[in-house]
């Protein structure tokens, strides 16, 4: 079935917007501490990590932590292609205008997102646990694993996690994604008046 | 009954009277020390934990040789500045980065005596790009650059002994001078002492100083009558393009100087159109003299400082500058010569005056074209005092030395003899307020008060006495300064604070001129340094001969390498550290056991050496000097030394044997 007219020019602007992504940092990374009145921070990218990271390594190497080289680190490699095909995914379906299609982008998104915050989520819980044992500093029961998202004191440190301009461009994509395939579905205008209904019931 | 109340109210009566007494003569000797500050002071002078100050300012080190920087209004004392002296806490003189900045044509000079500190100007403003100080003892000016509150130039000046009448400065910084307080032999020589008249000339030196850069580069030297210059401002506004210069010792007295160099009624004021003698120097005048001079300069680069020896000077008589040069008649002995805002008047401070005189630069250019003349000395036509004069300022008070100026019209004069500041009105030459200083002021200071644009809220006393204004500290005290507020008609003084050296004199900028240009690191990847290495896996350990290099980092928090073996008894060890931190307030210092040197103190990113004779078999431990991290005791390591003729090889390792 074709999707409305609305709902093609929603996804091709998503899909545009998505291109910005390649050019804003997606997460950032802050750290406060009383010594540190001007904060550290680390910017991820979706191919590389800036910001403070040598200090933040060097600060590191106390804990144990294990040093964070972003050449090492596969995904930075593969999320530009990931979001390519996103991006591709998504014009096809501004051009096919088919709904099954709509329908398969979205979900692709909704897993990308969920995928996403699994691996980061994998790769904090690592950086976080898998400590040299011949550390200088080791309290015990300590881990170091910052936030998915929102703050949490580490040692000396706070730690903010927080989408950054691109993080908030992805997330806002993902639900306009979510509601223009909602509101392209003909059960939109079912579910609504069904709601009403039985709200009146 | 009656007469009992009565004793006793008697004795009531007497007692009050007995402890009012006391109490009155208890207030006496307090006001004999100083006026009861005003009660709103201690807010005014308050900067609350973790607020800035609203001035920097750059004060004289004195005969420390250095400069140090204090906030106003606290008076806290922020940083001191190595300039002229060596310094073994940051290294500075001691390290083989910083040895050629002391270096002169006298060899190398671990101490001088700094004077005046001057700011560099944009439009007749500070623009806290640079300050300048004066070393008087081995002739120099230094230039120190506040991004990174480093010297970072020195040149000698050859031909000039006691370099006091320096370094002021010209509206844009065209131009730093250096005007000799002992008039010598030009082409230094061995002359009897008696033949002053003859042999002993003046010389006032113009270095130029490059507007992008800030280099120096000595441009010329004016050679006049064997007179003592003492201190110098450039014009401003319609007087931009000349210098005035006061002397003292016009008697041309070798001698005895406190009597002989006392007899006139009027020394003078030289008045030097510079922009005139610019176009004669180009037109191809003056004669270029032999001399030696050092010229020394550090790049922030290769984090290092070269000496460049020059060999010629240019030098103009007053034949050659014919019509540009000019003695004003100023009572007697003058210290200051201090431009108001507006470049219309010149101040003569006469130290030995009565009065103030104040002088008309309208009327100094008439008699000028009307060739309104007294005489002339050794060429240089005299003006008549009556014919320059504006006014003079009746009974300013005893010893009027130095004057600087508000942006409300007022001047400000020290009064060394009287102890005191007295403000008077630039226009009538009235005096509309005085306050007593503790004691014997020398300069005094306003936030650009020697320049078009005055701050005019706060006013610094430099005294030359401190005699019991703190806490004693034996027969050697600590010299001391005043904060004045002068933001209303009356002075208030709200501050004592203690300075370093002798605070001859001060400047003072708003602080955002210079914070917001202030460096935190050295970029590690701009480090051109011959022995910097930016990687521990470059660390190393080379023999050349008895000379052994080693390339050693820092970080937080070890040395790499921190074993060293195979040093020898008689081997001359440089230790070429670099800080591979690019964090903010990260040094890391260096020292090692016995050495005849100092220690180092390496900024994030530089890379510094100290040279260290290995003697004695044995071990000797190094280590990390400046707390740097919470493992800081632990940054240490070891260096062995083996007899001379030992085969233990070189051998270097950090952690894991290499």
Redesign the interface.
Known sequence: MNMKKTSRISVLIISLALIAVYFLPVWEIELEAPQYP?GLGMNIWINKITG?L??IN??NH?IGMKTIQPDSIKELTLMPYILGALILLGISVVIAGRKKLLLVWVIFFMMLGIAGGVDFYLWEYDYGHNLNPEA??KIPGMSYQPPLIGSKQLANFTAYSIPDTGGIILIGAGIASLVIMLYDSRKWGRTKKRLINKNIN | MAKTIQTMLVVLLLGAIFSGTVLLSGCGSKKDKGPLIESDAPSMVYVEPGKYDEFYSFVSGGFSGQMSVYGLPSGRLFKVIPVFSQNPENGYGYTEETKPMLQTSKGFIPWDDSHHSELSMKDGVPDGRWVFINGNNTPRIARLDLKTFKTVEIIEIPNSAGNHSSPFTTSNSEYVVAGTRFSVPVENKDVPISSYKENFKGAISFIKVDQNSGDMKLAFQLITPPFDYDLSHAGKGPSDGWYFFSCYNTEMAHTLLEVNASQKDKDYILAINWKKIEELVAAGKGTDKACTYYHNKFDDKTHSATSEILKTVKTLSPEDVKGAMFYIPCPKSPHGADVDPTGEYIVGGGKLASVIPVFSFTKMKKAIEGNDFEGNVEGIPVLKYDAVLSGEVQKPGLGPLHTEFDDKGFAYTSCFVSSEIVKWNVATKEVVDRMPVYYSIGHLMIPGGDSRKPWGKYLVALNKITKDRFLPTGPELTQSAQLIDISGDKMKLILDFPTIGEPHYAQAIPADLVSKNSARIYKLEENSHPYAIKNEKDARVERKGTEVHVYMTAIRSHLTPDNIEGIKSGDVVYFHITNLEQDWDTPHGFAIMGNENSELLIMPGETCTIKWTAKEPGIYPFYCTDFCSALHQEMQGYLRVSGKDSNVPVSFSTGEKK
């Open positions: 001007e403070d040598n200090t060097g600060l106390y200088a500093i």
